[in-house]
């Protein structure tokens, strides 16, 4: 859409259920109306909403409670921006510009008669069980998709400490999780329906709602810690006037563990500036990054387990790559271990390759083993079901960005345990059903520039895989240097492959996985491909005879 006023795009006013609506797209990044406080980028969107305003109201009377500043912008991502590209709280702070009721530190709630300061007994209860309850209901105005994400969200605190959201039945005491204007909660459990407010319009990114439920376990900013002082330095003279309560320490129980930068409850370096320089810098280091985006670090799972005194074995892995090993490592691991891992990297899709693997051996790893799931939670898809023994693994991918590996010994014999490399991939899969037909991204339309891809394909112990490529258009060289497919462990493997030539016969693996690759450089891009596997019992085969022949007989489960 072009810009074709002067300052500003005005549409027109639209009723949904509860709002009135208008869309506004800035032209200049001049100060205007009742956004004279802020500036907006050169067509930036924003959302005026007009929650009083009556379905009979005049657009010039809505025009006008919005010059009154009763009407609320929010800032919507710029075109072409990737949404929720900033930190936690510059979000939160532009969703929350007009928010109605009254906040500290820019998005606590106050409960009437308590200063939300003083939070001594604001902690949710332990269960008999060790578990920390805390139900919850939605609004019904969040759609599928939001309320997916809020779940798989809630999901990292059931992976990794005691807490369990849960749907409420008839509690008395449980968090109301609301579409309603800004996002804030109260801090700690005040008891009775309390409110988290989580705006669909702005506020639905995994980041602010862990922000926000972590609030609601009773936690202030990170900055705001008693001992702050001795990690960063306020800088007052560019705090906008009137802000500079947001920034008062607390008397806060720091639960003996460092100061974290990397919190998902740190303020952002230019937090409420007046003028676009640093309110809040690190030190002694003033280059150490604050404020982020992706959700719970390390340190805020380890306060939040030390504050509900969690028993747990949890480890959360956040790096873009990394290593994961059991504990003790090579030296053998402990008895009666029950520990997970969460890997949860900043964007693409999560791979996992074993470079070591001794698991005491038992007939259906119902002593020792591990389990492996596409997702945060042991209620996501199962990517390995129960895995034992001194095999590897093959590489496993998740759908997403985030994969659990649990493993559960018991309290007899144990081996050295295992060591593995986490990593990203921008496209690919790992296959389990018997048979499935998968494709190069797009297909049949073009694939896209500068794309590696990586799927496995797993079938049960005793049977092997036959591969089919049916369709393969890549750009074409003599060495395959720029755009290929390599085909691993079968037979014929390792198989590159590039141009329109379709790969002669099928493919039968060597055991009972193959992994297959992608990779297409900066230039020219063609149609890609389309493969078809299928499972099958394989009695002794002479790898030779597969060589020479195009077809092979083989069993389907």
């Known amino acids: 859409m072009k810009c074709i006023f002067f300052n500003m795009t005005l549409f027109s006013w639209v009723f949904i259920p509860n709002n009135w609506i208008k869309f506004v797209i800035f032209n200049d990044t001049k100060k205007m109306g009742p956004f004279y406080k802020q ?27 919005a010059t009154e500043g009763t009407v609320r912008g929010m800032e919507m991502p710029v075109l072409g921006k990737k949404s929720g590209s900033v ?47 805390v139900p919850y209901n939605f609004s019904s105005n969040y ?49 009775g329906d309390q409110t988290v407010q989580l705006d669909s319009y702005g506020c639905i990114y995994r980041g602010i709602i862990q922000h926000e439920l972590n609030h609601a376990l009773g936690f202030y900013h990170e900055q705001s810690r008693s001992d702050r002082d001795d990690y960063v330095t306020i800088h007052t003279e560019n705090i906008i006037p009137g802000y500079e309560g947001n920034f008062n320490k607390a008397d806060s129980n720091n639960l003996g563990l460092e100061y974290d930068y990397s919190s998902v409850m740190h303020y952002p370096g230019d937090a409420f500036s007046k003028n676009g320089n640093l309110t809040i810098v690190p030190k002694p280091d ?58 949860r990297i900043p964007s693409e899709q999560v791979t996992l390759q074993f470079q070591a693997f001794d698991i005491q051996s038992s007939p259906g790893c119902v002593s020792d083993y591990i389990k492996i799931y596409d997702g945060p939670s042991k209620t996501s898809p199962v990517l390995v079901d129960r895995a034992c023994g ?9 759908s997403t960005n985030q994969m659990l590996v649990e493993f559960v010994s018991d309290g007899a014999v144990n081996g050295t345990g295992f060591k593995a490399t986490y990593g990203s991939v921008q496209c ?84 009972n996985s193959v992994m297959i690759t992608f990779h297409s450089d900066i230039s020219i891009v063609k149609r890609g491909f389309s493969a078809t596997y299928r499972f099958g019992e394989y009695s002794d085969i002479d790898p030779s005879w597969i060589c020479k022949h195009t077809h092979v007989h083989f069993k389907i489960p």
């Open 87 to 133: 930190d936690v709280f510059t979000q939160i702070s532009k969703v929350n510009r007009g928010i109605r009721v009254p906040t500290y530190q820019g998005d606590i709630l106050r409960p009437k008669g308590r200063s939300a300061m003083n939070c001594t007994e604001c902690l949710w209860p332990k269960s008999t069980d060790g578990t920390v309850i």
């Open 428 to 511: 690919g899969g790992a296959f389990y059903a018997p048979n499935k037909t998968f494709t190069s991204p797009g297909y049949p339309a073009n694939y896209d520039n500068n794309l590696d891809c990586t799927w496995t394909i797993t079938a049960p112990v005793g049977y092997k895989i036959s591969l089919n490529i049916s369709d393969f258009e890549l750009e074409d060289n003599r060495y395959c240097m720029y755009d290929y497919v390599i085909i691993y462990n079968t037979t014929r493997s390792p198989v590159q492959n590039c141009g329109s030539i379709k790969f002669s016969s099928e493919f039968v693996s060597t055991s």
């Open 143 to 191: 759609s599928a998709d939001q309320l997916a994400l809020f779940k798989s969200t809630m999901q990292e605190y059931e992976s990794l400490t005691c807490v369990r959201f849960v749907p409420r039945a008839n509690e008395t005491d449980f968090l109301s999780i609301v579409s309603d204007n800004g996002c804030a909660s109260f801090l700690g459990k005040v008891g």
């Open 390 to 398: 001194t095999g590897l693994i093959p590489i496993q991918i998740a």
């Open 39 to 65: 500036v907006f980028h050169k067509c930036h969107f924003i959302i005026l909403q007009c929650n009083i305003c009556k379905q009979n109201v005049s657009p010039a009377e809505k025009d006008a409670l």
């Open 286 to 343: 003033p280059t150490v990054p604050i404020g982020q985006r992706d959700g719970l670090s390390i340190l805020d799972v380890s306060k939040i387990n030390r504050l509900y005194q969690c028993d747990v074995c949890s480890n959360l892995l956040s790096n873009t790559n990394g290593t994961m090993i059991s504990a003790n490592y090579p030296s053998a691991y402990p008895n009666n271990a029950n520990c997970v891992w969460l890997i």
